[in-house]
């Protein structure tokens, strides 16, 4: 079978209009009863940070309140909450882990 073509008839390449993944701010919330040294250990553990640089988040937990852990996505994201939430309960912490959009 052959096929036709048409002359008169012309394609035009269009851009595709597709917006990157967004990316989620995991977050520490602060509570009264979490010790510092396990807010430490869950940066070093689940966030590869080193030992400083867990203690200043740590420190800016205590102080304001929230402090940023990374930017991830989405799925990555969520996965890390549930694993520093999964991890505090089975040590008896109340501590609190988020993630919102950037």
Do not use: W
């Amino acid at each position: 079978m052959a096929t036709k073509h048409r002359e008169d008839s012309v394609l035009e390449a269009r851009e595709s209009k597709l917006k990157p993944p967004p990316f989620f701010k995991v977050l520490l919330l602060n509570d009264d009863y979490t010790p510092m040294d396990f807010v430490v250990i869950v940066l070093q553990k689940y966030f590869g940070m080193n030992r400083e640089r867990a203690t200043l988040i740590m420190l800016k937990v205590h102080t304001e309140g929230v402090g940023l852990c990374g930017i991830f996505p989405k799925d990555i994201a969520a996965t890390k909450v549930d694993q520093v939430l999964a991890f505090a309960r089975q040590h008896q912490h109340p501590l609190q882990c988020v993630m919102e959009e950037t």
